[in-house]
T-cell receptor, first 112, second 108 residues
C-alpha cells in the first residue's frame, strides 16, 4: 500500500457519459498529480494541484477538469467520453520540495 | 522539447544476466528518476538522482545522472525473475515527464 488511494479501481461507461475519479494523497503530501496511461504507453502528465490550487497543466483535454479540496483529496472529472479516453488514470502525490512522486494503483477506465 | 527517449523498448534476458537501459533528451533536467511498474499497479520509485554525474545504487540497481543533465542510465545486475516489469525513466524541471518504458522479460 503506497498510501495514495484511488477509487474506483475499475470503471466501465458508455461514450458521451461523464465520470469522476477520486484520489486521496499520502498523509502530509500537499501536491497531487494526475497522469493518463494508454495501453502499453508511458505516462502522460495531465495536471497538478498544490494545496488546493492548480500549479501546472499538461496535455489535459478541455473535456477534462480537476480540483483539489480543502482536505487535499482530488477529483478528476472526465466528460463527453470517447472511446479513446479508455486508459489507466493514475494519481500521485508528493511532499513539498521532494522530486519523487508516490503513485496510487490507478483507475482503469473503459469507454464502450 | 521535454520528450524523454527511452531505450530499448523491450528486453528478453536470461536469469542472471545484467541489464542496461537508458534515457536521453534534448532538454536539461534538474532530477532524473527510475520507476518500475508491475501489471495492474502504479509505478514505484526505484532510484532518484539529484546532481549531474551522481551515481546511486539500490541493491542490484545502479543509476547515473548524466553529466550533461540530458540523460540517465539504469543497470540491473544478476537479474532474477521478479525483475520482470516495465521500467520508466522520469525527469523533472517543473513537472515530471516519463519515458515510454522498457519492458523487461526474464527467463528462468
Amino acid at each position: 500500500d503506497s498510501g495514495v488511494t484511488q477509487t474506483p479501481k475499475h470503471l466501465i461507461t458508455a461514450t458521451g457519459q461523464r465520470v469522476t475519479l477520486r484520489c486521496s494523497p499520502r498523509s502530509g503530501d500537499l501536491s497531487v498529480y494526475w497522469y493518463q496511461q494508454s495501453l502499453d504507453q508511458g505516462l502522460q502528465f495531465l495536471i497538478q494541484y498544490y494545496n488546493g490550487e492548480e500549479r501546472a497543466k499538461g496535455n489535459i483535454l478541455e473535456r477534462f477538469s480537476a480540483q483539489q479540496f480543502p482536505d487535499l483529496h482530488s477529483e478528476l472529472n472526465l466528460s463527453s467520453l470517447e472511446l479513446g479516453d479508455s486508459a489507466l488514470y493514475f494519481c500521485a502525490s508528493s511532499a513539498s520540495g521532494t522530486a519523487g512522486y508516490t503513485f496510487g494503483s490507478g483507475t482503469r477506465l473503459t469507454v464502450v | 522539447g521535454q520528450q524523454l527517449n527511452q531505450s530499448p523498448q523491450s528486453m528478453f534476458i536470461q536469469e542472471g544476466e545484467d541489464v542496461s537501459m537508458n534515457c536521453t533528451s534534448s532538454s536539461i533536467f534538474n532530477t532524473w528518476l527510475w520507476y518500475k511498474q508491475d501489471p495492474g499497479e502504479g509505478p514505484v520509485l526505484l532510484i532518484a538522482l539529484y546532481k549531474a554525474g551522481e551515481l546511486t545504487s539500490n541493491g542490484r540497481l545502479t543509476a547515473q545522472f548524466g553529466i550533461t543533465r540530458k540523460d540517465s542510465f539504469l543497470n540491473i545486475s544478476a537479474s532474477i525473475p521478479s525483475d520482470v516489469g516495465i521500467y520508466f525513466c522520469a525527469a523533472t524541471l517543473s513537472t515530471m515527464r516519463f519515458g515510454a518504458g522498457t519492458r523487461l522479460t526474464v527467463k528462468p
